[in-house]
């Protein structure tokens, strides 16, 4: 057949088209505002316009009068329906945190937040009726800026009598895995070198493509809860603790879903207020945020104060990293707020081999929008800090910023390494990855170039920024989350099911949400099974199928449910044997499994999977010896973490004039392990890149002084657009990960984690000679342009 | 993102949409939509009635008029662009008209509503004081003319009446001058932080006129008069013209936003004119 000589001789490796893409890209699918129910009713949210404030009354009588309006729904009514809304992570025993309410009862925390509901027959209705509600506010003074909420100047919480939520901390020498930082920063003082920096990372909003959105249907047996959400699973059980509503009774779909990048790993106020609103009414409900919406009220990122010392020798071998950060949680925390900060704690060390290690967080309540994962979730943050501080560490040495990290990196034969915050990283080989970078960029030219404009004076002067990286993905064995106070595990579960017509389908509990699951665990399968790329079918997102299941974020995907899906598969394999045997009339010892069709050794004579599917189908010939069934289900949970890593350059030009700045070139050689599907992972590399270059240059959530917040529309709140964007040119080193049976490690995140120090680092560089050693992200034209001044202006009062 | 209801008019003729202006008193006119729309469905204007005016064809197109280009106020920017008149006798127009938005907005968006929707920031009104454009506009009373530099009043405010249409624009001829327009912002799609629009023409190697306007630098666009009388005369080279454009923000008042502070503003105003006045005399 000529289609199958056109088959790559594998499936893992080839650049498949993603079968999804078709429909996602028209659009014609089940987004969850797309699905229309009988007698469906719409909700609006009342949203409080205040960050600090006491509800003192509020008046619906004119909203429940108007036209089409089925209900309206404040705080008090459901006071004690709604319950509250989880952490699932306590990083201390006794961290601290506010009641979490849906609708505020009577106190509203952050602008934004619900304080009441409309439900009517249409959305144009709801709206309308929403304008119709009198909310009366006594304003509250907001906690607002970090610092001062850290000490307590304003709480956010009048009740709590703290901003503090947790004091957290790791010390190598207390645990054990390295020395006395204080010790290395004293020494480092006399004759070596201490380099003591302050890093903002600002608070940055997910801006997913698809708004939240979420329809309940309360009239099926099980009530059914369609939600655009990274984690269904997580929604299904939540539903039912927060609810009181036996999870047995609820079903949740993650039907198509536009974007995530941890902005929809949330269980979240508006899907326990829709269930809540089919509940009373009996009747299905929607609710679709606005884009408005979505950026002020659905969770945001980042957001953290990082004081960094460096301890080195003379020399540039670091002796010792000390951290303390400040993180903002915002007004609530939710799933997993109080663990973004830790989850960026082991990596500070990067990849290099520091002896001595300090760090403390310090969580921080503040009247503002909730904070929660952001891509790259706490690894983006402490990825930029080491990176910065070793492009200072290299002008302060006076070496180069690839040779002052190779000096202190890990070398690929000291594999596996212990690292000094406690992780063991199995495999790496930071050389080969940087070489090829340094190759592709063409450094050494860059460098020339970039000293000849300096001696000339040009105005637009180039920069040059190194960042390599690790970071931890497959997130995480169960048993790693448990001790560090996660209330889940971190497994994942797979089943395949061969069917009659010799058609696979594969369920995962996964939760694709733009990865293209579909495609690559079909070209999983495809290769382990024998079978047709096309004749699988992959099953998501929906709990009535994919029944077990931890969803999709922390670069997990591939690393846990990915090689779940293959323990299945392998399984299917297995129990396929004992049935080949007996419809061949073989010792089951004498047969081989290859290309999908088991065969008697030595002979002609074999079945192929399909043929043995449609056979258990029929069940004519089986004796019985043999479950007739080759479904098979597979819990995997993973030994370790992969560790991913890379080095990103990036050639920047700033206009001084202007402080505008320009990518020039960007290059980036990653090494993600194994590679099933090269496309795919281009374009995980292409998205990540660009949305660090966007903390680094373009995004920040800003609020006024009254809480409110200024970057509200993607007029104000700067994302850019394939024009702002530079080529990126990818390429790969592969260093198989040895703690998954394919070698697999991740790639959701790794773009997002290095471009951002590529990119300051780059635009430092072009502005070292005038005395800039900083800029305060995003470096828009203004702030260079500060900066400079801001510099030569002390240049000038030195001199 | 649901406007609030409003009631719906679609006239044929200017005319038709003088009476209607005439009879509501809540009425807004809908162009292109593009400045508009997004403020109904944010519900930050909620007329009573829309009166849109795409049907009337007579408001659309580009003329020549013997000294004068005209440019109907339904114009969309796509055409604008593109149009060979603008092309030979008023670049400028194309040049800023090619920055705004992306395709789909210039589209939609159209030359008249832009420059009636008067926004600080945007393109048009800046290419329209620069070139001393005048505006004809249609009223109960039948129709006047205003001069660039007395339409525009202040941010989102004009010189137009509730109960007036703006129809045509008429640019003088700028046959043969060198044009620039320097767009300063912080993405491709973003709205200027500060812009320059400049005309020169060249009379051997030095300038004979020019035409400098500010974008983003007051409330209204305005032109750097002191720029161009120190520009006359002077050849067009880097030095002479750095001279005359550190003098561009000479009596302006910029806002102080996120984008940047007025002090920023000014530095960048000086900047861009230079660059601006050179690209535009060919001399960049
Ligand atoms: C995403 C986006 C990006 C944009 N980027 C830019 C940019 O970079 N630069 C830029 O300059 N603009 C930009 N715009 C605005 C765009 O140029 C609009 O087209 C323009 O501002 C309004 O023109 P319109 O035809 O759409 O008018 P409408 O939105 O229909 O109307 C705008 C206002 O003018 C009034 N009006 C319109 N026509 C008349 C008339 N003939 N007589 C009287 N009153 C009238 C209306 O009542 C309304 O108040 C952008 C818009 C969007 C949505």
Redesign the interface.
């Known amino acids: 057949m000529t289609a199958t000589e056109e088959r790559p001789a594998t499936e893992i490796g080839a650049s498949r088209r993603r079968k999804e893409d078709a429909r996602l890209i028209t659009g014609r699918t089940r987004w969850t505002d797309n699905i229309v129910l009988p007698g469906l009713q719409h909700i609006a949210m009342v949203r409080s316009p205040f960050a600090h404030a006491r509800i003192t009354s509020i008046d619906a009588e004119a909203a429940k009068a108007a036209s089409g309006v089925v209900a309206v729904i404040t705080g008090a009514d459901i006071a004690d329906e709604q319950g509250a809304l989880p952490n699932a992570w306590a990083i201390i025993p006794d961290q601290k945190a506010p009641v979490h309410p849906s609708m505020a009862v009577d106190h509203v925390a952050f602008a934004g937040e619900i304080v009441a509901m409309v439900i009517a027959r249409t959305a144009a209705e709801a709206n309308d009726a929403a304008d119709l509600v009198d909310v009366d506010y006594e304003e509250l003074e907001p906690a607002l800026e970090l610092k001062a909420a850290a000490r307590d100047e304003v709480i956010a919480h009048p009740d709590l009598g703290t901003n503090v939520s947790a004091v957290w901390s790791y010390d190598s020498a207390e645990s054990g895995t390295g020395g006395d930082v204080e010790a290395a920063i004293a020494a480092a003082r006399d004759g070596g070198i201490v380099i003591e920096e302050e890093f903002r990372q600002q608070r940055l909003i997910p801006a997913f493509m698809e708004p939240r959105s979420i329809v309940v249907d309360p009239t099926t047996e099980q009530m059914t809860v369609w939600s655009a959400t990274q984690v269904p699973h997580f929604v299904k059980i939540f539903i039912a603790l927060v609810l009181g509503i036996p999870e047995s009774k609820v079903r949740v779909i993650a039907p198509d879903v536009g974007g995530g990048f941890g902005g929809k790993l949330q269980f979240t106020p508006e899907e326990v207020l829709t269930v809540i609103a089919a509940r009373r009414t009996g009747k299905p409900c929607k609710y679709t945020e606005t884009r408005s919406e979505s950026l002020m009220a659905a969770h945001h990122g980042r957001d953290q104060w990082q004081q960094v010392t460096l301890a080195a020798n003379a020399d540039g071998t670091v002796t010792g990293l000390k951290v303390e950060l400040i993180a903002d949680m915002g007004a609530y925390l939710g799933l997993v707020t109080s663990a973004i900060p830790l989850l960026g704690a082991f990596m500070y060390n990067g990849i290099y081999k520091f002896p001595a290690y300090h760090i403390g967080i310090t969580n921080v309540f503040t009247n503002k929008t909730w904070t929660d994962a952001y891509r790259g979730a706490g690894r983006p943050e402490a990825t930029y800090a080491i990176e910065r501080l070793m492009d200072e560490l290299a002008a302060r040495v006076g070496v180069d910023a690839l040779e002052i990290r190779e000096r202190n990196w890990i070398k690929h034969e000291e594999f596996p390494f212990s690292t000094v915050s406690g992780l063991r990283y199995d495999s790496g080989n930071y050389e080969a990855a940087t070489a090829k970078a340094r190759e592709l960029f063409g450094y050494d030219d860059l460098r020339a170039e970039q000293r000849k404009r300096r001696e000339s004076g040009d105005p637009v002067q180039l920069g040059i920024g190194v960042s390599t990286f690790t970071e931890m993905c497959g997130l995480a064995p169960s048993r790693w989350l448990g001790s560090m106070g996660y209330v889940g595990g971190g497994w994942e579960h797979a089943a395949v099911r061969m069917l009659p017509t010799g058609k696979v389908e594969v369920v995962t509990g996964t939760s694709p949400h733009g990865q293209g699951h579909e495609t690559a665990w079909s070209q999983l399968v495809a290769d382990r099974l024998g079978v047709a790329f096309e004749d699988v079918e992959v099953l998501h997102g929906d709990t009535q199928v994919a029944v077990r299941g931890l969803d999709t974020y922390g670069s997990r995907s591939l690393a846990v449910g990915g090689m779940a899906v293959l323990a299945a598969a392998d399984k299917v394999i297995e129990k396929a044997k004992p049935i080949a045997a007996q419809l061949l009339e073989a010792n089951a010892d004498d047969l081989d499994f290859s290309g999908g069709r088991y065969g008697v050794r030595g002979t002609d004579a074999g079945m192929t999977m399909a043929e043995l599917a449609f056979a258990v189908f029929q069940g004519h010939k089986l004796d019985g010896s043999a479950e007739g069934c080759l479904d098979a289900d597979a819990t995997l949970d993973p030994d370790d973490f992969s560790f991913p890593h890379g080095t990103h350059l990036c050639a920047v030009e700033v206009d001084t004039e202007t402080g505008a700045t320009k990518i020039r070139s960007y290059v980036c050689v990653d090494d993600v392990g194994v590679v099933v599907n090269p496309m795919i992972v281009e374009g995980q590399v292409h998205g990540g890149i660009a949305q660090g270059i966007a903390q680094a240059l373009f995004e920040e959530a800003l609020h006024d002084d009254s809480g409110t917040l200024v970057t509200g529309s993607f007029d104000q709140y700067t994302l850019p657009a394939a024009p702002d964007l530079p080529t990126f040119e990818t390429a790969r080193t592969e260093t198989p990960a040895t703690t998954n049976q394919l070698g697999v490690k991740g790639v959701g995140e790794a773009g997002t984690i290095a471009s951002t120090p590529a990119v300051v680092n780059a635009i430092v560089d072009a502005l070292r000679p005038l005395g800039v050693t900083d800029v305060p992200m995003p470096c828009t034209p203004y702030r260079v342009w500060t900066a400079i001044q801001k510099s030569a202006s002390q240049e000038g009062s030195r001199s | 993102?649901?406007p609030?209801?409003f009631e719906y008019f679609a006239p044929a003729t200017v005319d038709e949409a003088l009476g209607l202006l005439r009879e509501h008193s809540d009425a807004k006119v809908l162009a292109g939509g593009q400045s508009l729309m997004p403020a109904l469905r944010?519900?930050l204007a909620a007329p009573e009635v829309i009166v849109d005016i795409q049907k009337i064809d007579d408001l659309r197109g580009v003329r020549d008029d013997g000294d004068a280009l005209v440019i109907g106020a339904m114009t969309p920017h796509s055409t604008v662009e593109s149009d060979p008149l603008v092309a030979e006798h008023a670049r400028l127009i194309a040049l800023a008209t090619a920055t705004v938005g992306d395709p789909q907005i210039r589209h939609r968006g159209t030359f008249g509503g832009s420059l009636a929707h008067a926004d600080p920031a945007a393109d048009l009104p800046v290419v329209a004081v620069a070139l001393d454009a005048s505006f004809v506009i249609a009223g109960p009373d039948g129709r006047r003319t205003v001069p660039a530099s007395e339409f525009f009043q202040g941010v989102f405010s004009t010189a137009l009446g509730e109960d007036e249409l703006l129809v045509e624009v008429r640019v003088p001829k700028y046959t043969g001058w060198g044009a620039h327009y320097e767009k300063?912002n912080?993405?491709?799609?973003?709205?200027s932080?500060v812009s320059v629009a400049a005309a020169v023409r060249l009379d051997g190697d030095s300038i004979a006129e020019a035409r400098v306007g500010l974008g983003n630098m007051g409330s209204t666009p305005v032109r750097a008069t002191a720029v161009e009388a120190a520009l006359v005369g002077q050849p067009a080279t880097a030095d002479a013209v750095r001279e005359a454009a550190a003098r561009a923000a000479d009596g302006t008042s910029p806002v102080s936003d996120?984008?940047?502070?007025a002090d920023?503003r000014r530095?960048?105003a000086t900047?861009?004119t230079r660059r601006a006045v050179l690209a535009a005399a060919g001399t960049a």
Not at chain 2, 186 to 191: D, I, P
Not at chain 2, 258 to 261: K, L, V
């Open positions: 993102m649901i609030v209801a944010l519900r300063f912080r993405v491709a799609q973003g709205w932080i996120i984008n940047g502070d920023y530095h960048l900047v861009l």
